[in-house]
């Protein structure tokens, strides 16, 4: 078997280009070589996934693939810059990142995917970043309740952004009579002196000072006494004072008494 030959430099050669684009050397000897040209070629981006919008505290996730005509993609390096509000900044290093936002405002990610060559291809995304209110969860606020009697109210709350441990609880009671409580904590109560319609409203703030309110009514009632105890004797002589006792109560009230002369 014979080895090709290369162009001679003692002959003419011809170059065009075939349909199927190659680059071909045509000799006068019948002779023909395929000549290949190879160029450097840049990394393309073929994926760039940054949000557009994201919650403080929260991980924002950040993903690019690139692809190399000449060199593949096992050899291209994906490298990520974010910076952000406040001399933020932090490097990253995949296809695949994340990072959490300290701080609410405008935050710049950038891809550059580099190979051997250090041709660089590069992209970025602007983030917004903000801080979302308290979600409250939970909010127990009876709707009828008896004069005179402890109300007990009681809320919870969680948020995105931070942990719960950070709220804070603020309940305001009003009511007939100029009525008004302010009471701090999830959970808390009170005494309603008066009847009427009662109005609970619990504010719960973040550290940011944004806040989620939930109000409910509470109709309290003047129930009707009970008597829980008397005390009448059996027997009694004629114009003897005879002493009749009767304990009544309102959750319950002083006992009071009741003489009858006969």
Known sequence: MTAPRGPSSEQAYSVAIQNDGKIVAAGTDDTNFELVRYVETKPILSSFIVPTHASLGQQIQLSGLATDLSEGTSTLIHNWKIIGPGGFQVDLSGINVSF?????????????????????????????????????????????????????????????????????????????????????????????PDEGTY??????????????????????????????????????????????????????GPMASITIIS
Do not use: K
């Open 199 to 252: 109005s609970a409203t619990l504010v719960v703030i973040d550290a940011q000072g944004l806040s989620a309110t939930s109000s409910g009514d509470i109709v309290v009632e003047n129930i009707a006494p009970t008597i829980t105890g008397l005390v009448v004797p059996a027997e009694a002589l004629e114009g003897e004072r005879v002493r009749l006792t009767t304990r009544v109560c309102r959750s319950c």
């Open 100 to 192: 959490v936002a300290p701080v609410v405002g405008d935050f710049v990610a950038t891809l550059s995917v580099t190979y051997g060559g250090g041709i660089v291809e590069m992209m970025s995304g602007r983030i917004s970043v903000e801080n979302n209110a308290p979600l409250i969860t939970g909010f127990v606020v009876p709707t009828h309740w008896a004069q005179g009697q402890r109300v007990r109210l009681s809320g919870v709350a969680t948020d995105l952004n931070q942990d719960a441990a950070t709220l804070t609880y603020q309940w305001t009671v009003t009511g007939p009579n100029s009525f008004v409580a302010v009471l701090p904590g999830r959970n808390v109560s009170f005494i309603a």
